[in-house]
């Protein structure tokens, strides 16, 4: 299965991405459906469910080392730059430094488990939408973002599955930060 760790987003952030993606005129772009919004913590590619549950058993001791935090919008920018466009995004203001904290603790859990580390600096954000011709993006075909402040309390494993229509995500378990017992079941 194709696989990777996420934040998940509240229901408002999503919402509000949404509307934010029907004003923008940003051309030749394939939008995230609003259920695909999250931050992106750790792509696997494709992964055998014996990994996942590895994976999990390593993963869960973020639950109790790491509580809630805030995290704010900050602007909408692109990948790898405005004037190449391939990716839109939503960057963050707030919360960056318990993401990036978070992150490298679990490339330090998964090491053992073959899982290559990632060679870019991790930069979150809110994938938004993709192009498949990186051309540069305006700064009038850009929406102005609130910046607003939400709580980021759980850690996911999603399951991607391409298709014609674009990535469908389905949330395979849960962890909440803060402890508690959080975990979902196979959806």
């Given at each position: 299965m194709r696989a990777f760790l996420a934040f998940e987003l509240p229901q408002?952030?999503?919402?509000?991405?949404?509307?934010?993606?029907?004003?923008?005129s940003v051309e030749n772009v394939r939008w995230v459906r609003d259920d695909g919004y999250h931050i992106t913590l750790?792509?696997?590619?494709?992964i055998e469910e014996q990994k996942a549950l590895k994976i999990q058993e390593r993963?869960?001791?973020?639950?109790?080392?790491?509580?809630?935090f805030e995290a704010q919008l900050k602007e909408i920018d692109a990948f790898p730059t405005r004037r190449k466009a391939r990716v839109i995004v939503v960057t963050l203001e707030k919360g960056i430094d318990n993401m990036q904290r978070i992150f490298n603790d679990i490339e330090e859990k998964i090491v053992d488990l073959h899982i290559e580390r990632e060679g870019r600096t991790y930069k979150p954000h809110i994938t938004l939408g993709r192009r498949k011709i990186p051309i540069p993006i305006l700064e009038r075909e850009i929406f102005p973002l609130e910046q607003k402040v939400f709580k980021v309390q759980t850690l996911m494993l999603?399951?991607?599955?391409?298709?014609?229509?674009?990535?469908h995500y389905t949330p395979l378990w849960g962890i909440e930060l803060g402890g508690g017992?959080?975990?979902r079941g196979k959806q």
């Open positions: 408002f952030i999503k919402e509000y991405l949404q509307d934010v993606v029907k004003r923008m750790k792509f696997f590619g494709e993963v869960k001791a973020i639950q109790k080392e790491y509580h809630p999603v399951q991607s599955k391409l298709t014609q229509e674009g990535a017992n959080g975990e």
